[in-house]
């Protein structure tokens, strides 16, 4: 399935977006990556060294995937505006994944520093890709401040637990012309497939890919089921029912009255 | 309110008779437990009917570890810059009472020392002193944080507990990370081993942690020197007090060390021995506690031992550590160095061993945004 999407700048193929902040080795991610099929891979910027001929994992990454390094370790609007600077000025490009987490127990987004955040770096010229508690008002004002995507948690980070909050990332799906990404707590294929099927224009993962016991057979996986996932989106998933249809309905006699 | 109030109201629980009546099925219920745990739960797993279930709760701390932290240690080495001190404690060689050449190190001096390190490719430094203001003024530790600012991503400050306001000073040089260890929460204990100096004040070190919280410090360290009294009771405290701090400061990462006692000049012994067996039970009590906090470990252990601690919790290591004052420049023969250290393997021969044992080693992990930069 080759259908095309534009988020940001970019026209892409894949909707699977890939995080590298927990492999083991970076041949592996490597690896991963390519498995994956992934053409956006994020890295956040604290691990970057800018001054170093071994800048961390930048030698890693594939040459024709597009970087969205991220802000990592931003506690509240204004070091992530700093990090986002920084990370154009050392020439990792104008895309930025705004992380503003001032909680360190369950790692939870601030949605009003991330839009402050966001509307100060879309007037810089950035591409920006604010990661957020799901909820449709902060994603219209993200939307509203210029975002190139939304990317709504679907269990809090690292967790593994799937698409927890399901019903408010389906509302901002439903309700947002931005494209939305579903970022954070996605665990297993099925998770990425079941996000997709939702109508997600793209998931990110880490931590299922990169702590699998075989990280690059994984990405493929979850290569596979978001394809699987789109595939069953696009082609119009049948309405549930709580009911089946009985072989005598109670109407019946209206059309048989001949 | 301050941890001060909190441990007032734990000290007189029947700690001993507690530990006692815990039985295996108890632990067995904990480690079921898929919801963060209490108070409770963690005398449990420090409980002696938790030693018959060490396997299964370091099962759970690895797989705990792996997702929240990936398959990743961060690396960093202390740099100690003097070693006078005020106080007098039975425990430590740098004690007042010790008689030996003192040394405290000049800007150029730390400078040479800061491109040691940095030839060893080492990006995040604890900066030490002895406890003295007299010495290591608030002054002395900003301009040697300055300078430090130069070479490393990350410092964090060790030395004399210090107000909030002197606190935030050191933030805007450029530290972002405080280690205090409360050395012992038994405080009939604390007041007998420190025997003169500012550090006989209890309360005021024991809330040092908080001030470096509410002064903005992106992480704080704490930890009690295991061996000065009953290592289960010491520990618990430990975990309660992080797990206060961690509530009310949400943005300050809370990790913790396990030091143990080790020789050292004078003749004090631990009053308690504290087995490698206790030091796991410890470590994976702790971190099935607090599944997010990190957990760091020193060159004080032996190669053996760290090359088995890896995959039970452990978050941060230090490698190739002098604890000695101007260790790293040159060759330390006759200095005197504030504790012996067991693992001397180099910071290349660690980052080997923790690739072989599936780990990435983290050099770098903050960028600094001082305002000046910026």
């Not at chain 1, 001929?53 to 024709?64: A, Q, T």
């Not at chain 1, 016991?213 to 996986?221: D, F, I, R, S, T």
């Not at chain 2, 430090?148 to 606190?167: G, K």
């Not at chain 2, 230090?318 to 504030?338: D, I, L, R, W």
Request: aromatic share 8%.
């Amino acid at each position: 399935m080759n259908e095309q999407w534009t988020v940001g700048d970019k026209t892409l193929t894949s909707r699977l977006f890939v995080g590298t902040g927990k492999f083991s080795d970076h041949q592996v991610m490597k690896k991963a990556i390519l498995s994956s099929n992934a053409e956006v891979v994020t890295v956040a910027l604290r691990r970057v060294n800018l001054n170093e001929e071994d800048p961390y994992i930048l030698n890693d990454i594939p040459g024709h995937v597009q970087l969205m390094p991220n802000t990592s370790g931003a506690r509240n609007a204004e070091e992530a505006i700093r990090i986002a600077r920084l990370a154009k000025a050392s020439g990792l490009g104008n895309w930025i994944k705004i992380e503003v987490i001032p909680d360190q127990k369950y790692l939870l987004p601030d949605n009003y520093e991330t839009i402050k955040a966001t509307k100060a770096l879309v007037q810089e010229g950035f591409e920006v890709f604010p990661y957020m508690n799901p909820d449709l008002l902060a994603g219209k004002a993200l939307q509203d401040a210029g975002a190139a995507a939304v990317m709504p948690l679907g269990a809090p980070i690292g967790s593994n637990r799937g698409i927890r909050l399901k019903e408010m990332i389906q509302i901002m799906i439903d309700e947002l012309e931005v494209p939305i990404i579903v970022d954070a707590g996605i665990g297993r294929p099925s998770d990425a497939a079941e996000a997709m099927e939702m109508g997600a224009d793209a998931v990110l993962v880490n931590t299922a890919i990169a702590t699998a016991k075989n990280p690059v057979q994984m990405a493929q996986a979850f290569h596979e089921a978001v394809v699987a996932g789109r595939r069953g989106y696009v082609a119009g998933i049948g309405p549930t029912s709580q009911m089946a249809n009985a072989s005598s309905p109670l109407t019946g006699f209206l059309h048989s009255s001949n | 309110m301050s941890f001060f109030d909190v441990y007032t109201d734990l000290k007189h629980l029947p700690f001993e008779e507690m530990f006692m009546q815990i039985q295996p099925a108890d632990v067995e219920q904990v480690l079921a437990r898929t919801r963060p745990l209490h108070h409770e739960d963690f005398l449990v797993l420090l409980s002696p009917a938790a030693e018959g279930y060490l396997e299964e709760m370091a099962q759970k701390a690895h797989q705990l570890t792996v997702q929240h932290f990936g398959r990743t240690m961060q690396l960093f080495l202390p740099l100690y810059i003097s070693d006078y001190c005020v106080n007098k404690c039975k425990y430590c060689s740098f004690s007042f009472d010790h008689v030996f050449p003192r040394t405290k190190l000049t800007l150029d001096d730390i400078e040479k020392e800061a491109k040691a390190i940095k030839d060893k490719g080492i990006e995040h430094i604890i900066l030490l002193t002895g406890e003295s203001r007299i010495h290591a003024p608030v002054e002395y530790l900003n301009e040697a944080t300055q300078l430090l600012a130069n070479y490393f991503s990350s410092i964090s400050l060790e030395v004399q507990p210090l107000q909030t306001e002197e606190y935030k000073t050191l933030i805007r040089s450029g530290c972002d990370g405080l280690t205090v260890y409360q050395e012992v929460y038994n405080e009939n204990i604390y007041k007998d081993i420190h025997v003169k100096g500012p550090k006989r004040n209890y309360r005021f070190r024991l809330d040092t942690p908080e001030r470096g919280c509410m002064a903005g410090m992106r992480s704080v360290n704490i930890g009690a020197l295991l061996g000065l009294d009953d290592w289960r009771k010491e520990v618990f405290f430990t975990g309660v007090h992080a797990q206060y701090l961690q509530k009310k400061y949400l943005d300050t990462e809370i990790s913790v060390s396990f030091p143990r006692l080790k020789p050292h000049l004078g003749s004090f012994q631990p009053n308690v021995h504290v087995t490698d067996r206790n030091l796991v039970q410890s470590i994976l009590a702790y971190r099935l506690f607090m599944p997010r906090s990190g957990i760091t470990l020193s060159t004080r252990e032996s190669p053996q031992l760290r090359n088995h601690l890896i995959p039970l919790g452990v978050t941060k290591m230090s490698a190739e550590s002098s604890t000695t004052v101007g260790g790293y420049a040159k060759a330390s023969s006759g200095k005197n160095s504030q504790f012996e250290l067991s693992d001397g393997r180099s910071v290349e021969e660690i980052k080997q061993l923790l690739k072989e044992k599936g780990y990435w080693p983290v050099i770098k992990d903050w960028e600094m945004l001082s305002e000046e930069i910026w």
